[in-house]
């Protein structure tokens, strides 16, 4: 079984400063992991995923995530804000063993920019 | 490359009443998901297509809930009778083989 806990339901930043969305999964074999944003009425969109090697991740828009497999966290950031990051994002699990394709979503944290 | 399709955007219905959603994915992806979207949640599988075969259903409530894929293609997935509780956003995506899932815009359905 797997599952993943965003801490956070709510993050507010102002804008250029530094977006931490923090995500703590769980899974009983190697995992696949996965930051999906939503921007409102609008369905996700993949922004990254760790699959296997290097364990940082560089995704769209300027976000990164970094596995740390001793903390079982998969924390996305981005150095400095900007207006249009408001949305909601979703961290995601999968079994690496199916390739992937079997996601078990978190809760979601949204993110606020202020001006 | 045109992304997943879904139709109908919204939907606001009575309790009691049937409702379909109806889902295209991208051309070539062998694989369907029908996902539900509770507010302010993540999404929830209900299902699970590889090509015309569901191959997890485990978590759709069989009782009022019904999808087809027929031809292995577009997905319709369907509630009758609709329960206020069902009032969520409906999630289509599609994949092939390991490249991620791609997700529809969604159906946001209302049930009064």
């Known amino acids: 079984a797997q599952s993943v806990t965003q801490l956070g339901s709510h993050v507010s930043v102002s804008e250029g400063a530094l977006v931490l969305l923090r995500c703590n999964y769980s899974s009983s074999v190697p995992p696949y992991l996965f930051w999906y944003v939503q921007y409102p009425n609008q369905g996700l969109q993949l922004l990254l995923k760790y699959t296997t090697g290097a364990t940082l991740v560089k995704g769209i828009n300027g976000f990164e995530a970094e596995f740390k497999k001793s903390e079982t966290s998969f924390h996305l950031t981005k150095p400095s804000a900007h207006m249009s990051d408001a949305a909601e994002y979703f961290c995601?699990?999968?079994?690496?063993?199916?390739?992937?394709?079997?996601?078990?979503f978190g809760g979601g944290t949204r993110l606020m920019v202020k001006p | 490359e045109a992304g997943v399709v879904q139709s109908p955007r919204y939907k606001i219905i009575e309790k009691k009443q049937p409702v379909a959603f109806w889902c295209n994915p991208i051309s070539g992806h062998n694989t369907l998901y029908w996902y539900l979207q509770n507010l302010g949640q993540g999404p929830e599988l209900l299902i699970r297509?590889?090509?015309?075969?569901?191959?997890?259903d485990s978590q759709l409530p069989k009782d009022r809930f019904s999808a087809e894929r027929l031809k292995g293609v577009d997905s319709t997935l369907k509630i009758q009778p609709a329960e206020l509780g069902d009032s969520a956003v409906y999630l289509c995506?599609?994949?092939?083989?390991?490249?991620?899932?791609?997700f529809g815009p969604g159906t946001r359905l209302t049930v009064l």
């Open positions: 995506a599609s994949s092939y083989q390991n490249r991620g899932l791609f």
């Open positions: 995601a699990v999968s079994e690496a063993d199916n390739a992937g394709n079997m996601l078990t």
């Open positions: 297509y590889e090509n015309e075969e569901a191959v997890d």
